[in-house]
């Protein structure tokens, strides 16, 4: 499933996919991989200054993580263009979720946040329900 958010011209999208070849539902170890694209729709060129995370495990559980960058880049992004990577999470549940946001700067010096939308780590080791 693809996740997408718009916040001031910019679109984020994320797609999560649960990685088996990596997890151990044995020992409570479970990883996903997510690829994000991040479009610029807006009429100004933006730079990636920096990553918010916040991860919740199935028990509510939650990790924040802030960096720089993604995938240690700081990209620039033009109107009309997109950057694309890909990263991963892993879990000590089989299903959780991941909120985000990103700090931008435009051409103008003008910091702003750009919303990552929650998205779902579901894996094929717990049934889903629907809240």
Request: net charge negative.
């Amino acid at each position: 499933m693809r996740y997408a958010e718009t916040t001031a011209g910019i679109t984020v999208e994320v797609e999560p996919h649960f990685l088996e070849e990596q997890s151990s539902p044995a020992d409570g170890h479970y990883v996903w991989a997510y690829s994000v694209r991040i479009a610029n729709h807006s009429a100004a060129r933006v730079q990636l200054l920096s990553r918010h995370w916040w991860i919740t495990d199935a028990l509510g559980r939650t990790q924040e993580v802030r960096g720089p960058g993604v995938v240690g880049e700081q990209p620039h992004i033009a109107p009309g263009e997109a950057f694309e990577y890909a990263s991963g999470a892993p879990l000590p549940t089989a299903s959780g979720m991941m909120v985000g946001s990103y700090q931008l700067i435009g051409e103008d010096g003008r910091q702003f946040d750009v919303a990552v939308p929650a998205f779902s780590l579901d894996s094929p080791h717990e049934p889903m329900t629907v809240n």
